[in-house]
């Protein structure tokens, strides 16, 4: 009996396989950060935390798309990263309400809160990371998941900027800043995912083991 790894079907099974775990684990910690910093945020009136915890929500929902497409083809891939593009810019414009928001309606943050709160989810997203990392380069739909996580480290990083600064500056200010400046790094974010997720979808799809025999066949 022919070994099923001649055709590469038992490599591509495993890569999925592989693949499906490692969304699973992070869509768990994502999720669990979304309530966490959610909370914080509110308590400790701070845009920025609530920010962070927008962007644990997006890519909680990113993951488990991903989840859906890691059993699909290149063009459902793109699509879905196409998708998710979409979320991380509409996670962007909810970050620039929330500081419209606290322009007219200014409250001193708690940076004690903030600080703490953004080590745990520093320490969660790290975790993400690393775990991503070895799938960053295997398709579109990996790559744009990567680039989520690689987002929340320098979104957990810029918390911990905003609670030093609000504590140095003894006002809300600070927050706001980095409020805006997370918005930024997420409209960059999500142009550079859907840039790639439509010239995956505008490249010509490759043959099917199919039609080449035919096209051989013919010649």
Same mark, same amino acid.
């Given at each position: 009996?022919?070994?099923?790894?001649?055709?590469?079907?038992?490599?591509?099974?495993?890569?999925?396989?592989?693949?499906?775990?490692?969304?699973?684990?992070?869509?768990?910690?994502?999720?669990?950060?979304?309530?966490?910093?959610?909370?914080?945020?509110?308590?400790?009136?701070?845009?920025?935390?609530?920010?962070?915890?927008?962007?644990?929500?997006?890519?909680?929902?990113?993951?488990?798309?991903?989840?859906?497409?890691?059993?699909?083809?290149?063009?459902?891939?793109?699509?879905?990263?196409?998708?998710?593009?979409? @979320?991380?810019?509409?996670? *962007?414009?909810? $970050? /620039?309400?929330?500081?419209?928001?606290?322009?007219?309606? =200014? %409250?001193? !943050?708690?940076?004690?809160?903030?600080?703490?709160?953004?080590?745990?989810?520093?320490?969660?997203?790290?975790?993400?990371?690393?775990?991503?990392?070895?799938?960053?380069?295997?398709?579109?739909?990996?790559?744009?998941?990567?680039?989520?996580?690689?987002?929340?480290?320098?979104?957990?990083?810029?918390?911990?900027?905003?609670?030093?600064?609000?504590?140095?500056?003894?006002?809300?200010?600070?927050?706001?800043?980095?409020?805006?400046?997370?918005?930024? @790094?997420?409209?960059?974010? *999500?142009?550079? $995912? /859907?840039?790639?997720?439509?010239?995956?979808?505008?490249? =010509? %799809?490759? !043959?099917t083991p199919a039609a080449r025999k035919v096209t051989i066949v013919r010649r």
């Open positions: 009996m022919a070994d099923c790894c001649d055709d590469k079907a038992c490599a591509l099974d495993t890569l999925r396989e592989r693949q499906s775990g490692t969304l699973r684990v992070v869509l768990g910690i994502n999720a669990f950060m979304f309530v966490v910093e959610g909370a914080a945020g509110l308590l400790a009136s701070s845009t920025a935390l609530l920010s962070d915890s927008l962007d644990n929500f997006g890519d909680a929902v990113t993951y488990a798309l991903s989840l859906y497409a890691v059993s699909q083809g290149p063009r459902v891939k793109a699509r879905v990263a196409l998708v998710k593009g979409g @979320l991380i810019l509409v996670a *962007a414009l909810a $970050v /620039i309400a929330q500081v419209a928001w606290r322009l007219v309606h =200014p %409250a001193m !943050p708690m940076f004690e809160a903030m600080s703490g709160v953004a080590f745990v989810a520093l320490a969660a997203n790290g975790t993400c990371l690393a775990l991503l990392r070895k799938h960053r380069q295997e398709d579109v739909n990996m790559s744009s998941v990567y680039e989520c996580s690689r987002n929340d480290i320098a979104s957990n990083l810029t918390v911990l900027a905003a609670a030093g600064g609000v504590w140095l500056a003894g006002a809300g200010w600070p927050d706001l800043v980095v409020g805006i400046a997370l918005a930024i @790094l997420l409209s960059r974010s *999500a142009i550079r $995912v /859907i840039g790639r997720a439509r010239r995956e979808i505008a490249a =010509p %799809a490759a !043959p």
